[in-house]
């Protein structure tokens, strides 16, 4: 399958700080990338979706001022958590959209970025 | 978005099959049914999806009632390192000729499954 890799896998940070995350598509093209957050025994949450080329599309609720998205490339997307506090920490999960067959997709999800913020 | 329904957890001996289930009563003709895993701190993986008809891959058997309000995923032996939540969910397949433009996936709380040796 398609491999999505993310950088840095961990990161520690002090309040206040910004923080970028790499998502990389080392196979393929992605036009269509998403990040996600996931809190400890909780589910994925989908933060944003992100189009090469153009402005990520937020999900409700999600400050797009302080989740900055930015899909350059074809290959990689980077959120960007600024001026961070301690309730940002969390798992970031990125995930790129490959077409499988002629009309139909898959989600193929990067390793995780774990964030916390001190 | 159409809703599943898992278990919470489910429990499974080494080598033995395993049939997990999921209800999604409310899907519409559109709806792709997909499953992926997570395994502790890291990220979901791909299992397997399907919109009618049973499928089958290397990793597993999606078994499609005929009404289409339920699912199962069959791995036919699990490992250990099979122990991982599982998570169904429905995909509307509407924007795919589209482009994908209204591609999403909504995870739910999904099934966490373990594995006695």
């Known amino acids: 399958g398609a491999v999505v890799s993310q950088h840095p896998s961990w990161v520690i940070c002090k309040s206040g700080t910004s923080v970028k995350i790499e998502c990389r598509s080392l196979d393929f093209q992605a036009t269509t990338m998403f990040w996600y957050r996931q809190f400890p025994k909780q589910s994925l949450m989908l933060m944003a979706t992100?189009?090469?080329?153009?402005?990520?599309?937020?999900e409700q609720g999600v400050e797009k001022d302080k989740f900055l998205i930015n899909h350059a490339s074809l290959t990689l997307s980077t959120l960007t958590v600024t001026s961070a506090h301690p309730e940002d920490s969390s798992f970031y999960i990125c995930?790129?959209?490959?077409?499988?067959?002629?009309?139909?997709?898959?989600?193929?999800f990067g390793p995780g970025t774990r964030l916390t913020v001190t | 978005d159409a809703k599943t329904t898992q278990p919470n957890s489910m429990e499974s001996n080494e080598e033995e099959p395993v049939h997990l289930p999921c209800n999604h009563s409310t899907i519409s003709g559109t709806d792709y049914i997909h499953w992926y895993r997570q395994l502790p701190s890291q990220g979901p993986e791909y299992v397997i999806h399907?919109?009618?008809s049973n499928v089958n891959n290397r990793m597993a058997s999606l078994a499609i009632a005929e009404d289409r309000k339920s699912s199962t995923l069959i791995l036919h032996r699990a490992t250990l390192r099979d122990a991982a939540v599982y998570y169904c969910?429905?995909?509307?397949?509407?924007?795919?000729?589209?482009?994908?433009?209204?591609?999403?996936?909504?995870f739910g709380k999904g099934t966490l499954l373990t594995v006695n040796p």
């Open positions: 992100s189009n090469e080329g153009s402005k990520a599309t937020y």
């Open positions: 995930s790129a959209r490959v077409l499988s067959g002629r009309t139909s997709y898959e989600q193929y």
């Open positions: 969910i429905l995909r509307d397949g509407r924007g795919d000729l589209a482009g994908g433009s209204n591609y999403k996936l909504t």
């Open positions: 399907g919109l009618t």
